[in-house]
């Protein structure tokens, strides 16, 4: 594998070192796993900067789809067989997790005066930016940019989009109550929204006006409201609703504005379709800075996290699959631990932000 990015290293260990390794649940984590072998088959992830090797990963998955179904015994062994434990360890600092979950509302497929807030599916004129297509001057941490007739140009921002730079255009997909369960959907990419009419949409991340990703929870804190470790995801969106004009004003702050597209025919126990292109499994799917971490890595994680009732912090430790990603997901060992599908699940993964003991890449032995 190579160097890892300043301020981190691997470290090799053996699995016997794993905390909680024998007594996990493996056939859960096989079973995400397989949603990625499936997709690998016919696209092979690409090998980001740590070094998971994709074409390796994607030979082990094609192993694992024809060695199916496995149950805890069998699931342990392949991963044993197959993959090498790897720590990853900052030389400063610490690992970081977080939770994220796929919001349910209500909502309408025509605007109300109940459902006035849009959520938009993406503009014709939004263009995904690689190193071919990048116009010199345009801000490096832009993945998403607007073709205009002068060129390729930055995209409007979410201030911009809410006053109707985009009006007109029948790009509403549905509509919300709540402009704050609107902006935490951003967050979150993905929601099932049940339509007063009947029936239940389900709506998934399509793209982003390309802006940054400000935490308007972390501008709280340093603007003194609440320190760090008190800011949950309850007590921001309190603050919001509170006032619901200084809301707006803060929520502009974060300029990302995100587009969606329907997701019909998913299998209703599974979250959303992530960016690794397959649902996401509650309590083993994970998302990681997809610059880094190859798309179908097994990572293991021990780590204290408050999932009990009230709170109560449970050991954590299982082996996850990097599935997914988001923009404040940034570093070699952060990780957003996928919690599940309702508002228990929602309130739960606003909860975590911790520090595991231990983020452990399995990395194929070919």
Same mark, same amino acid.
């Given at each position: ?32 796993? $397989? ?47 197959r993959f ?12 970081f ?21 849009? $959520? $938009? ?7 995904d ?76 991340y ?36 509170a ?67 009230d ?29 599940g599908c ?25």
């Open positions: 594998m190579p160097d890892m990015p300043t301020g981190f290293r691997f470290r090799d260990l053996p699995f016997a070192a794993l905390p909680g390794w024998p007594e996990d649940r493996h056939g859960e984590a096989m079973a995400a796993f $397989l949603l990625s072998a499936a997709r690998m088959a016919d696209d092979p992830p690409r090998t980001r900067t740590l070094g998971v090797d994709g074409a390796a990963l994607a030979r082990i998955a094609g192993a694992a789809l024809a060695a199916a179904p496995f149950d805890d015994r069998s699931a342990r062994a392949f991963f044993e067989t090498r434990p790897v720590a990853v360890e900052p030389a400063e600092g610490a690992p997790l977080t939770g994220y979950f796929e919001p349910e509302v209500e909502g309408s497929l025509v605007p109300t005066t109940r459902f006035t807030v849009p $959520l $938009l599916r993406r503009p014709d004129d939004l263009v930016i690689r190193d071919h297509n990048r116009p010199p001057g345009l801000d490096p941490a832009f993945a998403f940019a607007r073709a205009s007739a002068d060129g390729i140009v930055p995209y409007h921002d979410r201030a911009a989009i809410e006053d109707g730079a985009l009006a007109g255009r029948g790009l509403e997909l549905v509509y919300l109550e709540d402009p704050v369960e609107a902006y935490f959907i951003h967050v979150q990419g993905s929601a099932r929204i049940r339509l007063a009419g009947g029936g239940t949409l389900r709506v998934t399509d793209g982003k006006a390309g802006w940054p990703y400000t935490s308007i929870g972390r501008l709280l804190v340093e603007r003194g409201v609440a320190p760090a470790a008190e800011m949950t995801a309850d007590r921001l969106i309190a603050w919001l609703k006032d619901p004009v200084r809301g707006r004003a803060l929520m502009r702050e974060n300029r990302s504005y995100i587009f969606f597209r329907e997701t019909p025919d998913l299998d209703p126990t599974l979250g959303a379709v992530a960016a690794a292109g397959v649902q996401i499994t509650p309590g083993r799917s994970l998302a990681v800075d997809r610059l880094l971490h190859t798309f179908g890595t097994p990572i293991f994680l021990d780590a204290d996290l408050p999932l009990g009732p709170g109560a912090r449970m050991p954590f430790r299982r082996l996850m699959v990097a599935q997914d990603t988001g923009s404040a997901i940034v570093g070699p060992a952060r990780g957003d631990v996928f919690v309702d508002a228990e699940a929602g309130r739960r993964a606003g909860l975590i932000r911790d520090v595991p003991r231990a983020f452990v890449l399995l990395v194929p032995k070919e």
